[in-house]
């Protein structure tokens, strides 16, 4: 069974570019969760669906970022514009339960490295 | 609200010795409790979980570790360290009551030394 997969695996840009981060779950996982995860530190939620609906974004800098989950499968994450702080690994997960069910594990994907110049 | 702390930053211990990585956490009610192994450009990979089970949890390649209430504390150990266990470890903390997030610490990079 393929696991999560992001792209790209790392992105370089310079400030105030845009830049998109796409991330597939594993199939039948109905929870998807962005995170980012500066250098040194553990990994902060940005976003969690259930299915299609976005039902934790309190943490997505909502002038900047912003995500999408259409037909409740793929996910797009968006920055635009980039800022130098940005800079940081964006990683994906999804988890095959909803609600509580959905902490039982998260699988996550390698990771989009994203460097801002 | 929820916070996990791990206690050194960085551990280093020879192979064949004891891993014992610290964390302890805040919780108003009964947690669940994770944690994740993170290698080089790589995601992160569950190596065990409390879930309100037993207090003493098996993980992934011979880890364990054992919650304890009294003391908030999560340590994860293994009794003999080899040289592929080098990583970054993170315990992680979720209170599904206020239905919300796995809230990770800040991590420990487990150096094995040859």
């Known amino acids: 069974e393929a696991g999560v997969v992001q792209s790209p695996r790392y992105k370089i840009i310079e400030k105030k570019q845009p830049v998109a981060f796409w991330c597939n779950p594993i199939?039948?996982?109905?929870?998807l969760y962005w995170y980012r995860q500066n250098l040194g530190q553990g990994p902060e939620l940005l976003i969690r669906y259930e299915n299609e609906e976005a039902v934790d974004d309190s943490q997505l800098p909502k002038d900047r970022f912003s995500a999408e989950r259409l037909k409740g499968v793929d996910s797009t994450l968006k920055i635009q514009p980039a800022e130098l702080g940005d800079s940081a690994v964006y990683l994906c997960?999804?988890?095959?339960?909803?609600?509580?069910?959905?902490?039982?594990?998260?699988?996550f994907g390698p990771g989009t490295r994203l460097t801002v110049l | 609200a929820q916070s996990v702390t791990q206690l050194g930053s960085h551990v280093s211990v020879s192979e064949g010795a004891l891993v014992l990585l610290r964390c302890n956490y805040s919780?108003?009610?009964?947690?669940?409790l994770f944690w994740y192994v993170q290698y080089p450009n790589q995601g992160l990979q569950l190596l065990l979980k409390y879930t309100s089970a037993a207090t003493l949890v098996k993980g992934i390649n011979g880890f364990e570790a054992e919650f304890k209430k009294s003391e908030t504390s999560f340590h994860l150990t293994k009794p003999s360290a080899h040289m592929s266990d080098a990583a970054e470890y993170f315990c992680?903390?979720?209170?599904?009551?206020?239905?919300?997030?796995?809230?990770f610490g800040s991590g420990t990079r487990l150096s094995i030394r040859p």
């Open positions: 199939s039948g996982h109905n929870t």
């Open positions: 919780s108003s009610v009964p947690p669940y």
């Open positions: 997960a999804s988890s095959p339960g909803i609600g509580e069910r959905a902490y039982n594990e998260q699988f």
């Open positions: 992680a903390v979720t209170d599904y009551s206020s239905a919300s997030k796995i809230i």
